[in-house]
């Protein structure tokens, strides 16, 4: 895969990253209505009334997420394996890195990135 291949994969999970974010937020929102609606209706929290109140509100939105989260793991395995050319390629390494819960995978990276750019200057 070729260093502007990266860039594209590197956009795409960067959109994804934005709408996903935008989405806990929305989620964050909902539950607060959520939890307030249920208080206001006496439910108790916890009882399955509740969190059949609390799925109602708030499931579309769940299901929404849970749709991007995929995506971005999808994407940044395909972003994983490529081999960065530059500081940008590195930083949407490290991106998908983080995303996928190894952010010191990038190290090898940044030491092979050196070494290669060491080699070009001797």
Same mark, same amino acid.
């Given at each position: 895969?070729?260093?502007?291949?990266?860039?594209?994969? *590197?956009?795409?999970?960067?959109?994804?990253?934005?709408?996903?974010?935008a989405a #806990?937020?929305?989620?964050?929102?909902? #539950?607060?209505?959520?939890?307030?609606?249920?208080?206001?209706?006496?439910?108790?929290?916890?009882?399955?009334?509740?969190?059949a109140?609390?799925?109602?509100?708030?499931?579309?939105?769940?299901?929404?997420?849970?749709?991007?989260?995929?995506?971005?793991?999808?994407?940044?395995?395909?972003?994983?394996?490529?081999?960065?050319?530059c500081?940008? *390629?590195?930083?949407?390494?490290?991106?998908?890195?983080?995303?996928?819960?190894?952010?010191?995978?990038?190290i090898?990276?940044?030491?092979?990135?050196?070494?290669?750019?060491?080699?070009?200057?001797?």
């Amino acid at each position: 895969m070729s260093e502007t291949n990266l860039y594209c994969l *590197g956009a795409s999970f960067a959109a994804l990253v934005a709408d996903y974010r935008a989405a #806990q937020s929305q989620l964050a929102a909902l #539950q607060h209505e959520a939890d307030r609606t249920a208080a206001d209706a006496g439910l108790v929290y916890g009882s399955s009334a509740w969190s059949a109140h609390r799925f109602a509100v708030t499931g579309r939105t769940v299901h929404h997420i849970n749709a991007l989260y995929e995506k971005l793991e999808d994407l940044a395995q395909e972003i994983v394996p490529i081999r960065p050319a530059c500081f940008a *390629g590195l930083v949407i390494k490290a991106r998908a890195h983080q995303f996928a819960g190894n952010p010191a995978a990038i190290i090898n990276e940044i030491e092979a990135l050196a070494l290669a750019s060491n080699q070009e200057a001797a």
